[in-house]
């Protein structure tokens, strides 16, 4: 998949920009799977170019830097390998994951994994064995533990392997916990309990900031494109000076077209919003200043909670739960 790219770097605002060689290299349909998938890290196409896209990392780690920090304890590592992997094997039978350490995300608030899925017409992708093998051993040089080598030694065993799959790494690490753990004790064996805990991933570090720059998303031209040239429903361009809210899980368009627009739950809001996170006053859109309307679960901007902020082109809005992309464009 890389040969398909041309850039990919972090920004300061904390968007991974991509941007592929050729506008043709996009796939629709698997750009549309991501949308679908809560595994999949939220990807916006800019909507002035064919080929650049937008991950928003902000309140996620990636699996390099946890690693980089964390020593696992005792029968922690297994566990944690598979929590990781068999996400990595649902979000990739549908979508082509790709398999670095650095575009594998946990959160800050809890671990949840997010994973980079690049829309691209790729062939084979559930078949990457250079790609998995590469993967599982880059993960080998940066696991830390204090005793408990067995997953090291078994993903040695994986790389030697001359079918190695995705699914086949995860089915052993199954078969190591299950040898790993504790005999069951007279009543479980007697009434069949089971122990299932869920995993929870430890050490997790604060949360880190980020720089808003003037534009969050840099023009490649000047021209608007029309919907057909997009070839996507994500967006909707318009020809005059307006603003708009773009629903980042709908896709929906929203309009803002006057001075005061109002957002909440209650019926007469400008934007009504059904989720229960959501006050029954929560926000209100003045004049291009996004302010919060003392709302319980809080308005956010590119992450942070604000009371009072002014909006710039392709900020990412957030009222409790609900995500929206503040769209500026201007008459060509």
Not at 303 to 308: D, I, L, N, S
Request: hydrophobic share 40%; charged share 30%; proline share 3%.
């Amino acid at each position: 998949m890389d040969a398909l790219l041309k850039h990919m770097e972090v920004r300061e605002d904390g968007f991974l920009e991509v941007v592929l060689k050729r506008a043709k290299d996009f796939d629709e349909y698997i750009f549309q799977q991501i949308h679908k998938d809560e595994r999949c890290l939220l990807c916006v196409r800019d909507p002035r170019s064919k080929t650049r896209l937008y991950y928003d990392t902000k309140g996620y780690l990636t699996l390099q830097e946890y690693l980089q920090s964390h020593i696992f304890e005792e029968n922690e590592l297994v566990p944690f390998l598979i929590y990781v992997l068999e996400d990595m094997v649902k979000v990739n039978a549908g979508k082509p994951v790709s398999m670095k350490l650095e575009h594998v995300f946990l959160s800050y608030d809890g671990g949840r994994l997010r994973f980079l899925v690049l829309p691209l017409v790729v062939d084979n992708w559930l078949f990457q064995k250079e790609e998995l093998k590469q993967f599982l051993q880059k993960l080998q040089e940066q696991i830390r533990v204090t005793q408990d080598y067995a997953a090291l030694g078994y993903l040695s065993c994986c790389m030697r392997n001359e079918e190695l799959t995705l699914p086949l790494v995860l089915q052993g690490l199954h078969d190591l916990q299950m040898r790993q753990a504790k005999p069951p004790g007279f009543l479980e064996k007697l009434f069949h309990i089971t122990r299932q805990e869920a995993f929870q991933v430890r050490d997790l570090p604060a949360a880190r900031s980020f720089r808003v720059p003037e534009c969050a998303v840099a023009e490649e031209t000047a021209v608007y494109e029309t919907q057909q040239d997009i070839a996507s429903p994500t967006q909707e361009l318009l020809a005059q000076d307006c603003c708009c809210l773009v629903d980042l899980k709908t896709w929906n368009t929203i309009r803002v077209d006057k001075e005061q627009f109002t957002i909440g739950r209650a019926k007469d809001n400008d934007l009504v919003l059904s989720g229960r996170t959501v006050s029954q006053h929560h926000a209100v859109i003045e004049q291009g200043i996004l302010k919060d309307c003392e709302s319980a679960n809080g308005t956010f901007l590119n992450g942070e909670r604000v009371e009072a902020c002014e909006l710039k082109d392709q900020d990412v809005i957030r009222f409790a739960n609900v995500q929206f992309r503040w769209q500026k464009e201007e008459a060509a």
